[in-house]
């Protein structure tokens, strides 16, 4: 299996933010129930998201091998499709935090491949090789990331 691991500055960009909105929810919901509101300190914040993207980084690639990719879905779990069950793939661009290809098997089910993926060109080779040109994500990927 090869590895694709997503940018180290992309994952940054998700995570702060979202940890950042936890510890917000998290103030604001002791607000509600009569604690006096504080910002939260963002050193720690940072720490923790620092940790966070380390880890997605090193643990949770995308992975390809001869059986199919080894991605994660919009919730964060990493699931297993083959070659041959991908349905479609198309871009996405709404969503600042959300671009990348989404790729759909045969039961509907949606996968996130990044914008900010490593290694795209040796992905998109796999591809080919195993997919063929007329593959959804062989045609996806030609279509150079950086213009989403």
Known sequence: M????????????????????????GQGWG????????????????????VTVVMI????PTEAGPEGLKLG??????????WEDIASAEHL???PLVVGIRLRDRQG???LLPRDTLHLAALHALALSRGGPQHPLTLALEVPMYRL
């Open 2 to 25: 090869q590895r694709f691991p997503v940018r180290l500055p992309a994952l940054w960009r998700q995570a702060f933010p979202s940890v950042m909105l936890g510890a917000l929810a």
């Open 31 to 50: 607000w509600l129930q009569g604690e006096p509101f504080s910002w939260p300190q963002s050193l720690p914040l940072m720490a923790a998201a620092a």
């Open 57 to 60: 980084h090193l643990l949770m």
């Open 73 to 82: 879905t919009f919730w964060g779990w990493r699931r297993s499709v083959g």
């Open 93 to 95: 661009r709404g969503v």
């Open 109 to 111: 089910r949606n996968y």
